[in-house]
């Protein structure tokens, strides 16, 4: 009976995504992604957001109905660099960013309860709606004409605290609401995944104590949702201390038929550095705070590194001061953390990953300007442009039959 539903799910799959061009539907198979002949696929590619501030205003300054056009038109620019295989770049993913700019309503006033993208005092139900249409869905075409597959992930980023039934939650259950009954996005599900929160901290039962089974309350109304509207697609569920942490889900495990875990990865985190890179610790420490990586895909959906460069530094996530780098928010060298990291990829042969944005894989200036596509940072061995450049290739050329 299994393999017969999952049969029928396969073929919803290629039926659902018929308009997608000649992307193969991908579901999850075990602790791998898989298509529709069963072959193993790994993501790889980078991170946007139509954000006019971190697209270095090459499009415009605003975000509204004048702007929708230019806005597009830059995302085609960047698909067709990041895809363009004759001059090296080998992305297959693109994770895309709702961004709040878009769905906060510009008239309303903040309610002051958080600060920055983790305040949806102003988020619109009516500006998700009218971008969705206008906007994000014709990015996720353009990606996906490119070839590659798409990754949405909500509107900012996770208030610090969360408790089970609050309103950041409930907000959650609203954004998800209305793209999974959204019939393009229901015909798109097997080649866009959706990736739940971006970065919970602190998540915690309603009465504020903390348990082993407070992730999976948080997370498993939202898949359950999402399912009961019918988007059938990847999910992408995330975990504590900004995705780095999973060890409660393999006791308290999402319950649904199609997902993956999606894990965040920068220099300092898992106890590796340019200090301390040996391979096996990092593998050992992936493991013991990932543990899902045995059991379901993973895709990082944020990493970054580049080497120290004299600066005045800045402070990281945890508040502690980091030493100035090329223009990456993670600082560390390719030849020490970056190769330790390589080898948690190699080690564990169903993580996919995507750089935290654009201009740390390739030279976009360079690219807008010439039309020649380089790694980010003027190739520097020790940036993780050039080494993914050469890394994506690699996972490219290196597919699972």
């Known amino acids: 009976m299994k393999d017969r539903l999952k049969f029928l799910l396969i073929v919803a799959l290629v039926t659902l995504t018929a308009s997608a061009g000649h992307l193969p539907p991908l579901h999850v198979s075990g602790n791998k992604l898989c298509d529709a002949k069963g072959r193993t696929v790994r993501l790889h ?50 994770r895309l960013h709702l961004d709040p700019c878009w769905t906060n ?29 206008s906007l994000y869905l014709p990015i996720i075409q353009t990606a996906l004409r490119h070839g590659l597959y798409v990754v949405v992930r909500p509107p900012g980023v996770c ?18 609401g ?57 999910l992408w569920i995330p975990g504590a201390g900004y995705q780095s942490q999973y060890a409660d889900y393999a006791s308290h495990p999402i319950t649904d038929s199609n997902f993956g875990y999606a894990v965040h990865v920068y220099p300092g ?40 460069r004299p600066g005045a530094g800045k402070r990281n ?11 990456t928010w993670a600082t560390a060298s390719t030849s020490k953390w970056g190769n330790a990291w390589k080898a948690v990829l190699d080690h ?18 360079c690219y807008l300007s010439t039309g020649k596509v380089r790694p980010a940072f003027q190739g520097n061995a ?12 690699e996972m490219a050329k290196n597919k699972s039959r």
Request: net charge negative.
């Open 159 to 176: 208030p610090h605290n969360l408790r089970v039934g609050d309103d950041y939650q409930k907000y959650l259950e609203t954004v998800w």
């Open 348 to 365: 564990y042969s169903n993580i996919s990953m995507t750089l935290s944005g654009t201009d740390v894989y390739m030279d976009v200036p």
């Open 45 to 94: 590619g980078v991170m946007e957001t139509p954000n006019p501030y971190f697209n270095s205003h090459r499009w415009g300054y605003n975000c509204d109905d004048s702007s929708i056009g230019a806005c597009i038109s830059y995302f085609d620019k960047v698909c067709t660099a990041i895809t363009d295989k004759r001059q090296g770049a080998y992305c297959n993913v693109l």
């Open 382 to 393: 020790e940036a993780c442009g050039a080494a993914c450049f050469e890394w994506y290739r």
């Open 269 to 308: 985190w898992y106890g590796a550095s340019d200090e301390h890179c040996d391979h096996d610790a990092f593998i050992r420490q992936f493991y013991q705070q990932v543990p899902v990586v045995g059991f379901k895909p993973i895709i990082v959906t944020e990493i970054d590194w580049s080497p120290v």
């Open 105 to 133: 309503d510009p008239a309303l006033k903040s309610d002051n309860k958080e600060r920055g993208e983790a305040d949806i005092s102003r988020f619109s139900k009516a500006r998700l709606a009218k971008y969705l249409d």
């Open 178 to 234: 209305m793209v999974a009954q959204h019939a393009d996005f229901k015909k798109l599900s097997g080649v866009v995944s959706l990736e739940l929160a971006n970065e919970p901290v602190d998540v915690r039962l309603a009465d504020g104590s903390r348990s082993p089974s407070a992730l999976h309350d948080y997370f498993q109304p939202i898949v359950d949702l999402i399912r009961s509207k019918g988007f059938t697609g990847i």
């Open 317 to 327: 996530e945890f508040g502690q001061w980091v030493p100035s780098n090329l223009g």
